[in-house]
């Protein structure tokens, strides 16, 4: 079958490379122009863009899917169908009918659970026990069309944002491939999402991610978890400046203390939550990389009673 790859992210890389590894023929992919990317935040290409540049592969970057010559050349493609994994725009309705099989998607929950740009963060933040991902066929709405395959996947107590995608991004690969099969050997039909069930996973901000030390202590763990690596959770230092939290650990048998307030030993340092204390892991001060708390905890001459979360 011939394939218009569409993905952006690192995320998406496990994807286009079972794609290319299987039978189906990935003629070209689309994915987001260059953009400001790590810690130099230099003008690079995204992921895709130089995996299908390095496998000879033709690359449309459009600033929007909606300009005429756009949709002109993504339809002389002749495709079949249109994978997308994580591409990061919305397609227009004239372009959903362009590939006679569809655009297939891969979304990392089990519609109609958080439909949205931040499922997995999502997921992690309120508790779930069980996730996994989805590939349906888009419409015009977000995250609302017909499903075509499913897989589950447990979130683990210690799981990172990070680290559940890293397992659905692999886990899902396979899932997108077959779905493909299916599809182009006529054995799938969509079946439409229930109305039931539905939630919704909205982009998180850095707002998000700042932690209220008055919620208890599983949502304080929950609330990291789901932060980390992105957009990154924080809090602000007895001094109001900012500070990088890593993930913490939640600690049933610490002594009580204040929301926020700090207890720093020798070899960990426990804060007070609304429920409970936990021990913080490695964080990151304003301006500085991360290190251990204890280290931090003793650079920073902490008075008794210093509180975390209390400056702007």
Known sequence: MRLLFAGTPEVALPSLLALLDSDHDVAAVLTRPDAPRGRGRREAASPVAALARERGIEVLTPSTLRDPETQAAIAALGVDAAPVVAYGALVPPALLAAPPLGWVNLHFSLLPAWRGAAPVQRAIIAGD????????????GLDTGPVLGTLTEPIRPTDTAGDLLGRLAHAGA????????????????????PADGVSHAPRLEVA????????????VDRLVRGCTPAPGAWTTAPDGSRLKLGPVTPRDDA??????????????????TGSGAVALGRLAP???GWMDADAWARGARLDAGARLGEGA
């Open 208 to 219: 998000d991610a700042r932690v209220r030390w008055d919620a208890p202590a599983l949502a």
């Open 255 to 272: 002594p009580d203390l204040a929301p926020g307030q700090v207890l720093a030993g020798k070899r960990e340092v426990l804060v007070g």
């Open 129 to 140: 026990d069980l996730t996994g991902a989805t590939t349906f066929l888009l419409e015009e």
């Open 286 to 288: 304003a301006g500085r």
């Open 174 to 193: 396979g899932l997108l491939v077959r779905t493909l099969d299916a599809l182009e050997a006529g054995d799938l039909r969509p079946v439409p999402q």
